[in-house]
């Protein structure tokens, strides 16, 4: 994957986590603008998104006081 691919990859994620772009759109602008295959840009989503929603948990934890109280 180039920069470029990456760094769209992330900034449509960070879109969608927002709720500024749909899923599907953003899935679509990477097929369309990009020239990925469709399975490529979903798997490339669907771990972005994973990366936005554990960084979201682990800032909702540290807030109230949970992380590392194992």
């Known amino acids: ?3 470029a691919e990456t760094k769209a990859v992330v900034d449509i994620a960070h879109m ?3 709720g500024a ?3 599907d759109a ?3 602008f ?3 603008h990009y020239g990925m ?3 490529r840009a979903r798997g490339l989503m669907e771990f972005a998104m994973s990366a936005y929603m554990t960084k979201e948990l682990e800032g909702m934890l540290e807030m109230v006081g949970e992380k590392n109280a194992d």
């Open 1 to 3: 994957m180039t920069k």
């Open 16 to 18: 969608v986590w927002r």
């Open 21 to 23: 772009m749909q899923y």
């Open 26 to 28: 953003g899935i679509w």
């Open 30 to 32: 990477l097929t369309r």
């Open 37 to 39: 295959e469709w399975q």
